[in-house]
């Protein structure tokens, strides 16, 4: 059963970073694409960035390319979001995907076959 746990989360004033986690396990991962995604309070969960698991290919979302990083670590079978200069906007509960499909796919669908249980991320003004 595929499992994938979050962590990281917190509270970070506007400018800040704060690094995710996500620790997948349950089957291997090759020919999968892994992801976060976003929920803000009131909005649709919304696609962030995501990687192609054996190439290392990554996407990102307009609003958050150039401050966000996703990188995966195969040895570890753990996936991070590296966020930086942080506002408020970005203030939602942050969840880690997983889809057998390319991570250009699942940034265009925002179809997903595995979720994380979400980890809040608050960023105040």
């Known amino acids: 059963q595929v499992q994938l746990v979050e962590s990281g989360g917190g509270l970070v004033q506007a400018g800040g970073s704060l690094k995710l986690s996500c620790a997948a396990s349950?089957?291997?991962?090759?020919?999968?694409?892994m992801a976060w995604f976003r929920q803000a309070p009131g909005k649709e969960r919304e696609f962030v960035a995501a990687?192609?698991?054996?190439?290392?290919?990554?996407y990102y979302a307009d609003s958050v390319r150039g401050r966000f990083a996703i990188s995966r670590d195969k040895a570890k079978n753990t996936m991070s979001l590296q966020m930086n200069s942080l506002n408020p906007g970005d203030t939602a509960v942050y969840y880690c995907?997983?889809?057998?499909?390319?991570?250009?796919?699942?940034?265009?669908?925002?179809?997903?076959?595995?979720w994380g249980q979400g980890t809040q991320v608050t960023v105040s003004s």
């Open positions: 995907a997983s889809k057998r499909s390319s991570a250009q796919r699942m940034s265009v669908s925002g179809s997903v076959d595995y």
């Open positions: 349950g089957r291997t991962f090759s020919g999968y694409a």
């Open positions: 990687s192609n698991w054996s190439s290392g290919m990554t």
